[in-house]
């Protein structure tokens, strides 16, 4: 592939870095309408760049593995509104079709969560300077709205910056991938990444049990899965 | 003086926005005034002492699942309109704040978004096209959103100090004991449906019956001891694009 082939111009960035910012707000401050979860911002991402399908595929992937982190309590999870985009744009852009591409991708989508994380923390801790003095706000309730949107609005900046910040890297990065061909070793990539969907399925699950019982349902649905695959079903 | 609908619609529409100033020293607290304000500016029409002492008294540390959030805004609000002591206000939040979270985190968090993802999944697995598998995760999931948002917020009103009583039998808790079994067997099914589309896209060749008894026992071995297999599997992760490409590379 070469780079005249990519799809990622001008205007697509510009789309993705508003696309960013509006994933940016969903997880936390606006609406949580779950625009935010990885199988939507990977598939905006692959849509943006023509291929929605390659986007989709990535957010699956990113979706078994961001499942087991729910946001219970004061617990941290991985932003993937705008790492699930940056995530399945990049995989479209260089085509949606190599596996190394694939590959590459999906962790950059990974780690550019993580690092989303820890830019919400700092945005929290910002917050309690924007919604300070108390006294101040109370005293004065328009302040108060104000400032409160203006705390929305630094999310969806935080979200845009991180889109505008790591989207071209991160398509320049998956296209060196591009090329790498399945070899030996390739055999063990695809096992280990199976294995490692496998247990992240398992640690998944059991955030949503009810104790340690339930584990045969795991055994019948991924039973009855392989007979619809066998069946030619799925 | 009695909230009118139209504050009672924008009380409930600025709930959506509950955490935009979610910080660690009042946490969602800010984010529940401020969805409060429609309610006690009308509560508190033509007297700005008391409309200033409700917002305070409103702002403290609070927090609970975004969606029941709702409830104690409303819930709040009716307080402030009957005229409720301070000190019982205080006394009605801090028993809030757990009950709000638990129940959310588990009936919404826990149960309802992850069987609506895995629903698309499959769908998208069974043929559906990914834009339509995506608008089908959103449709389905924000039916209960805002199905879970509205009902928090008219029951936070009706009730007022009685919320209490209510979120610990109401029909989210039911719910979340009758639909964790399915959710795990959707999980399952999509595991399986992911691994296969995976293997056969990858043009490599591989045991197919090996990988599904190690990826069985992997998953098995994960749902025991979830934390440890939680860091096995983003070990396996980060391992594959290396072994991949190191093979590339090697020839």
């Known amino acids: 592939m070469t780079w005249s082939e990519l799809s990622l111009g001008p ?29 939507i911002s990977a598939t905006v991402g692959g849509l943006l760049m023509g291929n929605p399908a390659a986007g989709m595929l990535v957010g699956v992937v990113l979706e078994l593995y961001s499942m087991r982190h729910p946001p219970f309590g004061a617990a941290r ?8 985009l ?27 969560g993580w690092l989303g ?24 309730p328009a302040l108060l709205e104000q400032r409160h949107r203006v705390a929305i609005w630094l999310d969806a900046l935080r979200g845009g910056v991180l889109v505008a910040a790591f989207l071209v890297p991160s398509v320049l990065v998956v296209t060196l991938a591009v090329g790498s061909g399945p070899s030996e070793l390739g055999r063990f990539a695809i096992a280990a990444l199976v294995l490692g969907l496998a247990a992240s399925a398992g640690a998944a699950a059991r955030s949503s049990a009810f104790g340690v019982r339930g584990w045969p349902l795991l055994l ?6 392989l007979l619809l695959i066998l069946g030619g079903l799925a | 003086m009695k909230p009118l609908r139209s504050d009672q619609l924008a009380a409930w529409s600025r709930t959506f926005a509950v955490q935009g100033s979610w910080n660690y020293r009042t946490m969602v607290g800010t984010g529940i005034a401020y969805a409060m304000l429609p309610l006690l500016r009308r509560i508190y029409a033509g007297d700005p002492v008391q ?3 409700a917002v305070e008294r409103n702002m403290g540390p ?69 834009v339509w598998s995506a608008l089908l995760f959103l449709g389905l999931y924000n039916v209960g959103h805002l199905g879970v948002r509205t009902w928090a917020y008219v029951v936070g009103w009706e009730a007022g100090l009685g919320v209490g009583k209510l979120l610990k039998r109401s029909w989210l808790e039911t719910w979340s004991g009758r639909l964790w079994p399915f959710n795990i067997a959707l999980l399952g099914a999509v595991a399986m449906l992911l691994a296969r589309s995976l293997v056969e896209g990858a043009g490599v060749s591989l045991n197919g019956t090996a990988l599904v008894g190690m990826g ?20 396996l992760l980060a391992a594959s694009p290396v072994l991949w490409l190191l093979g590339a590379l090697l020839g």
């Open chain 1, 11 to 39: 205007g697509t960035w510009v789309l993705s870095v508003l696309a960013g910012a509006v994933l940016g707000m969903d997880s936390v401050s606006w609406p949580q309408a779950m625009i935010s979860r990885p199988i």
């Open chain 1, 117 to 140: 994380s820890v830019t919400i923390y700092v945005r929290r801790r910002l917050n309690e300077t924007i919604v300070s003095p108390a006294e101040e706000l109370a005293a004065d």
């Open chain 2, 62 to 130: 609070f927090n609970g699942h975004p969606y029941l959030c709702a409830m104690a805004v409303s819930a709040l609000g009716r307080l402030e309109m009957d005229e409720v002591e301070p000190a019982t206000m205080e006394k009605f939040r801090t028993a809030l704040r757990g009950p709000l979270g638990t129940v959310g985190d588990r009936a919404v968090w826990g149960q309802w978004r992850p069987i609506c993802i895995h629903v698309a999944v499959l769908a998208y697995f069974l043929g559906l096209g990914p």
């Open chain 1, 220 to 225: 019948v649905g991924a039973g009855v899965a």
């Open chain 2, 51 to 53: 409309l200033r002492k």
């Open chain 1, 86 to 112: 940056v995530a399945g744009a990049s995989f479209a852009a260089t085509g949606g079709q190599a596996v190394g591409a694939l590959l590459v991708a999906i962790v950059i989508g990974w780690a550019l």
């Open chain 2, 216 to 235: 069985v026992i992997a998953g098995l071995i994960a749902f025991r001891f979830p934390r440890q297999g939680g860091r096995v599997a983003g070990l």
């Open chain 1, 77 to 84: 999870y991985p932003d993937t509104g705008p790492a699930g």
